[in-house]
């Protein structure tokens, strides 16, 4: 059973950093694209992030270049997305999702062409 369970979400202040984590369990990241999202409250679900499986190419929204950075762990099967200088508008909730093959559809990444989604974890960055 394919399954992807995010967390590391919070409340921070701006400035301030987290690290979110997506467990990836019934399917091994050797062979899978890994994606980030986000969703602010009446807005689209939009790409923030994504990892290829085949050489581990990263692809970043140009709002979130140079402050956040999307890894991979192949023992633990786990991707990160580790989230520095948070601004108030980075609030929204995170979904991590499996993309159908191993690499990423950039800069396109489409929700429609990710099968499996976590069930997301909510950053809130305020004062």
């Known amino acids: 059973q394919v399954q992807l369970v995010e967390s590391g979400g919070g409340l921070v202040q701006p400035g301030g950093s987290l690290r979110l984590s997506c467990a990836a369990s019934?399917?091994?990241?050797?062979?899978?694209?890994i994606g980030w999202f986000r969703q602010a409250p009446g807005k689209e679900r939009e790409g923030v992030s994504c990892?290829?499986?085949?050489?581990?190419?990263?692809y970043y929204k140009n709002s979130v270049k140079g402050r956040f950075t999307i890894s991979r762990d192949r023992a633990k099967n786990t991707v990160y997305l580790q989230m520095n200088s948070l601004k108030p508008e980075d609030t929204a909730v995170y979904y991590c999702a499996r993309l159908p093959r191993g690499v990423c559809s950039w800069p396109s990444m489409g929700p429609w062409e990710y099968d499996y989604w976590g069930q997301g974890t909510q950053v809130t960055v305020s004062s």
């Open positions: 990892v290829s499986s085949s050489d581990g190419t990263t």
């Open positions: 019934g399917f091994t990241l050797d062979y899978y694209a």
